[in-house]
């Protein structure tokens, strides 16, 4: 499985995972080219929890 907060933070280009809040409207962007069946559904929660990020239909 792959780690969607490693994989956004590439995506991104910040430089810490706790940046990710503020790139909101650019993950949202490279959520919905991505195929979310890559990533286990607890860590989408998670990643979906994490600081009110995006919110992820699953």
Do not use: H, T
């Amino acid at each position: 499985m792959s780690d969607i907060f490693k994989d956004m933070q590439a995506k991104v280009g910040c430089e810490y995972i706790s940046d990710l809040p503020s790139y909101k409207r650019v993950i949202w962007k490279e959520l919905k080219k991505q195929n979310l069946s890559q990533y286990d559904k607890k860590q989408l929660e998670d990643f979906s929890n994490e600081k009110s990020m995006v919110y992820i239909a699953y």
